[in-house]
């Protein structure tokens, strides 16, 4: 591999801290995740479409995010099959690309129906932090041989920046669904103090009961007593 020029070195490096900032100020995991999809395309040479494949624990991977409706299409062929490069870069933490998916070997079932969608090229990153991976970050052209080997190592570090990105809005997002849950509890627990005479420990008894009784979660209980507590 040839190095890169410092100018480009440069040039890129100024592209990743402003993707960051951009990154950084997304308000949610859905905006990250749209914003991630559209820098991709905007700043991987040869992408024409990406798209995300999440990885979340208790659910079967999905799709999110997709630039191209082309994208959800191919990525369902994916899961299907149980092969092609996305789920081969989640499953053994490297990057996985295919120059032409009509004359794909490695991937045959996969290949045989993705090649009718038009694509010829895809890219696949691991998304991670750490050890947890998030999933893999999925470029995709239509163009033969879209991707040289040095697009798969700048889109190495732009798959870096992504990651952190998206765990800090997950992250972000599981904080703030754990201080709307304590607050909710606590608004329901303050009905059944006043409605029964009772202090706070007895309260949060009698939703835990109510929570087992009902075979709900803490805060759905809650959210019940809060929404239907002029009918108690």
Known sequence: MHDH????????GATLSALARTLQAEPDVETTLAAIVKAAVDHVDGAEYAGISLVERGRPIRTVAPTDNVVSAIDEVQYRTAQGPC?????????FSTGDLAAEARWAAFA?????????????YRLFVTDTTLGALNLYSRARDAFSRQTQEDGRLFATHAAIALVSAQTEAQLSAAIK???VIGMAK????????VDAVAAFRMLVEGSQNA??????????LI???RDL
């Open 87 to 95: 789920l081969d870069a989640i499953a053994e933490h490297q990057v």
């Open 5 to 12: 020029p410092d100018h480009l070195d440069a040039s890129l």
């Open 215 to 224: 075979n709900m979660k803490l805060h759905q209980v809650a959210e019940w």
């Open 227 to 229: 929404e239907h507590r």
């Open 190 to 197: 303050g009905i059944l103090m006043e409605r029964h005479d």
């Open 181 to 183: 849950s304590r607050d």
């Open 112 to 124: 045989a129906a993705a090649g009718e969608f038009g694509v010829r090229s895809m890219l696949s």
